[in-house]
C-alpha cells in the first residue's frame, strides 16, 4: 500500500491522480468477476503472449508489500502449475522478503534481480505504479519484448506493451485473482494465501472504502481453498518485535498536530530517525506499519510518517480520511500513489519536507 517513489525522481512524472490510458475501451465490466473495469479485449493479448512464452520473469516493487509480493508469487505458482518457467524477482539489493511476510508460499521461485534476462521475452509487473520503483529491475523492464503492467494504483501513468489497470480494484491481487481464472488456473491453499495476503493489507483487512462485496465474494472463495486468514492476520499485523515497540513510543511522542492544515481538516505527522531504528535493531520494512497507529488520531484528516534511510534521505507516507487528496499532495513532492495513501522521497530536511507537503495539500 505504501507508495514511495525512487530516490531522485522528478517532480513531474507523477503529477496526482492523471486520467488511465484507456484499459477499459468503455465498455461495462462483467458483473460480479471482478471490482472493477477491465474486459476481454484488454486481457486477450496478455493471455497470448504468457501462452507463447517460454519463459516469464513476474516482478513487483521494491520493498515489497504484501499486496506486491503476494500477487507475484500467486502468479508464479500458478503459471509453474501450467509448465511455464517462471522467475520472480524485485530489484533491491539485497533481496529480502520482510518477516512479516515470511509465511508466503512459493519463495522458492525467487531470484535476485541479476537472475532476470538482460531482455525478458515476457515480463510483468504488480503493485508496480512507476517505471522507478522496479528499483534494479528498472531498465531489464524497459527492454522486455513484452511488458506486461498489473497494477491498481490510479497515479500509474502507464509504462509498459500491455496495461491491465484498474484503479476500482482494492489491490492488484483482485485482478490477479482475474488473470488465474482466465488461464483456468484452479485455486488451490498456496495461491489463496499468496492472494488473501495481498487483499488483506492493501484493504486493511477489509476496512478500506475500496472494499466492495466484490471483495467479500473473492475473501469467501480464497478462505474456502483453504487460507488460514486467522494466521496470516497474527503475521501481518499482531506480530512486532520489542524494538518496534520502542521506535514507535519515540515516533508518537515526536508527533505534531497541526489542526489548520488542509484547509483546517488538520494533519498529525512525525519522523523517525534512522538512528531509531539502529538503536533498537530494527529494519526499515518493520516500520511500514506506524502510520496505522499515528494516523488514529480524530484531530487530523491527513497523516504523514517521514522514515529516514541511512543516505539521510526521507521515505513520506501519508494517509487521508477521504476528504483529502494526499495522491495530489505526495504528487507535488514528485510522488504518487491513492488518494487515500500515497507516498514521496524527499532529499530535504524534516521541517522543510514538511512545509512542502503541507503547502501541498493546501494547493489541494
Ligand atoms: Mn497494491
Redesign the pocket.
Known amino acids: ?1 505504501a507508495a514511495q517513489q525512487a530516490a531522485g525522481a522528478p517532480a513531474t512524472l507523477v503529477a496526482g491522480v492523471p486520467a488511465l490510458p484507456s484499459p477499459r475501451n468503455g465498455q461495462a465490466a462483467p458483473q460480479g468477476l471482478t471490482d472493477g473495469g477491465l474486459v476481454d479485449a484488454d486481457w486477450q493479448p496478455v493471455l497470448a503472449a504468457i501462452g507463447a512464452a517460454s519463459s516469464v520473469d513476474l516482478v513487483c516493487h521494491v520493498l515489497p508489500d504484501g ?2 509480493l503476494g500477487s507475484a508469487l500467486a502468479a508464479g505458482i500458478a503459471l509453474r502449475s501450467l509448465g511455464v518457467e517462471v522467475r520472480v524477482s524485485f530489484g533491491d539489493d539485497p533481496q529480502v522478503v520482510p518477516a512479516s511476510l515470511g509465511f508466503l508460499p512459493g519463495q522458492e521461485l525467487l531470484v535476485p534481480a541479476s537472475a532476470v534476462p538482460d531482455r525478458p521475452e515476457l515480463l510483468i509487473t504488480f ?1 508496480v505504479a512507476d517505471a522507478r520503483r522496479l528499483g534494479l529491475l528498472q531498465t531489464k523492464a524497459e527492454a522486455a519484448e513484452t511488458l506486461v503492467v498489473i497494477d ?1 494504483h490510479a497515479s500509474n501513468g502507464g509504462f509498459g506493451t500491455h496495461l491491465l489497470i484498474d484503479p476500482a480494484a482494492p ?2 491481487a483482485v485482478l490477479v485473482d482475474e488473470l488465474l481464472r482466465r488461464l483456468g488456473v484452479p485455486l488451490d491453499a498456496a495461491i489463496a494465501t499468496c492472494l488473501y495476503t495481498g487483499v488483506a493489507t ?1 484493504t486493511g483487512s477489509f476496512r478500506y472504502s475500496a472494499t466492495t462485496p466484490a471483495t467479500h465474494e473473492l475473501a469467501s472463495r480464497l478462505l474456502a481453498a483453504g487460507v488460514r486468514h486467522d494466521l496470516i492476520s497474527r503475521r501481518l499485523w499482531d506480530t512486532q518485535s520489542f524494538g518496534y515497540l520502542k521506535v514507535l513510543a519515540a515516533a508518537l511522542d515526536r508527533a505534531v498536530l497541526d489542526p489548520e492544515a488542509a484547509d483546517g481538516l488538520g494533519l498529525v505527522w512525525t519522523w523517525v530517525p534512522w538512528a531509531d531504528l539502529v538503536r533498537h535493531g530494527v529494519l526499515p520494512e518493520e516500520i511500514e506499519g506506524l502510520i496505522d497507529v499515528v494516523r488514529k488520531a480524530s484531530e487530523a484528516e491527513t497523516t504523514l510518517v517521514l522514515k529516514e534511510d541511512p543516505d539521510g534521505s526521507l521515505r513520506g507516507s501519508s494517509r487521508a480520511k477521504g476528504a483529502v487528496n494526499v495522491a495530489a499532495a505526495c504528487g507535488a513532492l514528485g510522488g504518487g500513489g491513492h488518494a487515500y495513501a500515497a507516498g514521496f522521497t524527499s532529499h530535504d530536511p524534516v521541517p522543510d519536507t514538511v512545509a512542502r507537503f503541507r503547502a501541498a495539500l493546501r494547493a489541494g
Open positions: 500500500m499486496d506486491a503493485d491498481h489491490a492488484t492493501d
